[in-house]
């Protein structure tokens, strides 16, 4: 689950679209991940995120306790960048 403030921003550019994740990049290489912002089962104001969240994480080590700073880069485009602390 993400705080509700930022994925009601989300929101906005429509429930069930695809989002990209562009992370840092690794060999050079920039990495992107796909998830779509779904309703929640059972808990009726929030929104959560499925898709490529368990490859990021494989991707780039993270562990529980983890930091990573999330920035929507374009509404229009459905893109958010991550930085990892």
Known sequence: YMPAEFTHTMAKAGINNT????????????????????????????????????????TYDLKEGSSITMKIKSMAERTIQIAIA
């Open 19 to 58: 989002w990209y994740v562009i992370g840092p990049p690794i060999d050079r290489l920039v990495k992107y991940f796909r998830f779509k912002l779904i309703p929640s089962i059972g808990r009726e104001t929030e929104l959560k995120i499925g898709g490529h969240w368990q490859k990021l994480c494989q």
